[in-house]
């Protein structure tokens, strides 16, 4: 039997052999069909916000770096690429006739709004038909906020947090919503958005190079349009992926690699000196086992929600920093802190649906270290998420309750 990720890859190649023929004339006038990939990337690389500039920069040159004839192989990287107050372009990073990578213009887009998810679509699109292959995945670079949808931006703002103004930053300062901000428009795209431009079971994973996508509402959200998820449940630093050390992990002759993607990760920023750079979260989430851990959890809260409803939020992990202080809670430590002793089997069917879905995960032991506004020790650590729903913040928990997750589990 097909899958679904079989049929799609399937009728989008068919799609893009029905454009090729309807080109054919009677005259010599015939268009080759594009080199059939083993697995094309696309980067969609939003940097028209305050990582433009700079951090974009840096990525670029470190996917370059590691896009050498040795590394890409058969494969293909696309890049969706919008600098800051420039206009966007499709670029192809691959390896020159010395071997090395090289960064080469494909098209121009006209001006537009990089948070859109037409626009994201319209990438997706062309990326397909410039660069087909056997499988696709997609790496999302930009400033993100988790689950925390546009309606709360006037609850973030007014939290009126102590910042340490020399803290190093990351993808998530400046973010008032929940991934791909463009300034231009004053835009940002919520994560159902995204989950409307991505084509389902397009791509075999995504990997979020922005803050707080590691979190259980994101992956539940998202859980048809892919089959697996690399994300991080706190926040990544401005330098984001060292994307020449993951691409010989995620372009290996056996497949990708995703713990080798997430202990590329972890070690580069482990191994960091300098106060609050040895910073990092990173897990690997299977999407196709969502299902049952959202209805073990549902199954353990529904039983227990005033104790939910009046959660002591000091007592859990958390992973947010000043403005989403409160909104990202592990998800382990949550579960397990509600049932304590009372429900063993309970415990242990959670347990079970955990370590389906987080197959790989890695952290340091602080985030932040040496900056006491902003520091986190973390003392245990799942690998995954989530927002705590207690009665104390009223106007968060009535946004929260709108997310797919929520009204799963607490509806």
């Known amino acids: 039997m097909m899958t679904k990720n079989c049929v799609n890859r399937l009728l989008a190649g068919l799609a893009l052999l029905a454009v090729a023929l309807s080109t054919v004339s009677c005259e010599k006038n015939e268009f080759p069909l594009p080199p059939r990939a083993s697995m094309t990337m696309m980067v969609y690389l939003a940097a028209n916000n305050s990582l433009g500039g700079f951090y974009d920069q840096i990525s670029l040159d470190k996917l370059q770096s590691g896009a050498t ?5 058969a494969n293909r990287i696309m890049v969706y690429y919008q600098p800051r107050n420039s206009v966007p372009k499709m670029l192809e990073i691959k390896a020159g006739k010395d071997g090395k990578g090289r960064l080469d213009t494909v098209k121009w887009y006209p001006a537009q709004n990089s948070a859109s998810a037409a626009v994201m679509r319209r990438f997706i699109d062309d990326a397909v038909a410039q660069a087909p292959a056997g499988k696709y995945c997609l790496d999302i670079w930009s400033h993100g906020s988790g689950w925390v949808p546009a309606t709360t931006t006037g609850l973030l703002k007014a939290q009126k947090r102590v910042y340490d103004p020399d803290a190093p930053m ?4 400046g973010m008032t919503r929940s991934v791909i901000e463009d300034i231009t428009y004053g835009t ?5 958005a995204l989950a409307q431009a991505i084509p389902d079971g397009l791509f075999e994973f995504i990997l979020f190079d922005a803050c707080y996508m590691g979190s259980v509402e994101v992956a539940y959200d998202l859980r048809n349009e892919t089959e697996y998820i690399i994300a991080s449940p706190a926040e990544i630093l401005a ?3 060292p994307y020449d050390l993951i691409l010989p992990e995620l372009f290996s002759n056996r497949g990708p690699s995703f713990d080798g993607i997430c202990k590329k990760f972890y070690d580069f920023y482990a191994a960091k000196t300098g106060s609050g750079m040895n910073s990092a979260t990173i897990a690997m989430y299977d999407c196709s086992k969502l299902d049952a851990l959202a209805q073990s959890v549902k199954t353990i809260v529904s039983a227990r929600m005033p104790q939910v409803a009046s959660t002591d939020l000091g007592s859990l992990q958390r992973y947010g920093t000043y403005d989403y202080e409160r909104y990202f809670y592990d998800l382990g430590h949550f579960i397990h802190n509600l049932l304590g002793s009372s429900d063993p089997v309970a415990l242990a069917r959670f347990n079970s ?13 602080w985030l932040f270290k040496g900056y006491p506004n902003k520091e986190i020790e973390v003392k245990t650590y799942s690998g995954l998420s989530t927002y705590v729903p207690v009665d104390a913040y009223v106007p968060m928990k009535n946004s929260y309750m709108k997310t797919a997750w929520a009204k799963f589990i607490y509806q």
């Open 188 to 192: 940002y795209m919520d994560i159902t």
């Open 170 to 173: 990351t993808r998530g300062d």
């Open 353 to 365: 649906c955990m370590a389906d879905v987080v197959k790989y995960k890695y952290a340091t032991e």
């Open 69 to 73: 004839r040795a590394n890409i192989g």
């Open 239 to 241: 330098e984001g992926m």
